[in-house]
């Protein structure tokens, strides 16, 4: 299975900067490693993408079902954009008062149009029980058809944007608690990524660990180091 790379690009960045970053991008080349790049909505226009190895994704989506949602995206707008992956119950949105039950609306409302869900799921403090997230994750998954391989992406709140990571030990003690939770579910597998404070210092040391790849916030910005974990990931 190709390892997947998810960039959330959150509330950064500007015309200028994502030029340069799609010049780049469609330059790229690799053999075995998807990308997917989460921009801003309103820059979605922007991210003409050449590159058979890269899709578009976005950081959010409506839960709703009906047009009377002012300031809220839809799937059938996204689609228009050719997007492809939804970030879906990050921690930032979580902090703004997202509860498991509308992230489950909106892993359905993916589902149900043809969009790939990457469902943030993490425990707040380091001294939190893991078992915390997996109730995230049932949650998140709740009454969607089984034949899914859902998109999980560990990112321990403690860790996003702080410099701290957890030991490699910690991130494959979870990761099998998750994947064991989806086949306990009745789903056939998921695909596991982390989150977190990644560089390309750290990154090597991270992937050693049971994942299937990372979603990377901070450093995505910062394009030549992106690229230097994709093709660090890529070789390996
Ligand atoms: P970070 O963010 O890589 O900047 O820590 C990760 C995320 O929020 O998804």
New binding site residues.
Partial sequence: MPKLIVA?Y?MNGSKKLYATIIKKINKLKVMDTKIVLCPPFVYLDEFRLKNRFVSLGCQDITNEDNSKSTGQISPKMLLEFQVEYVIVG???RRKLGEKDEQINEKVKICLNNGLQPII?VGEEKKSDKLDSVLFQVEQAIKNTPKNIIPII?Y?PVW????GKLPEVSRINRMSKKIRTKITDLGYQNCILLY????NSNNFKEIMLSQIDGL?????SLRIDEFIKIVKGIDDD
């Fill in positions: 959330n959150k990050h921690s930032e943030c992406a990112e860790a996003i944007g702080t989150g977190g404070s990644i979603l990377l916030g901070g450093v």
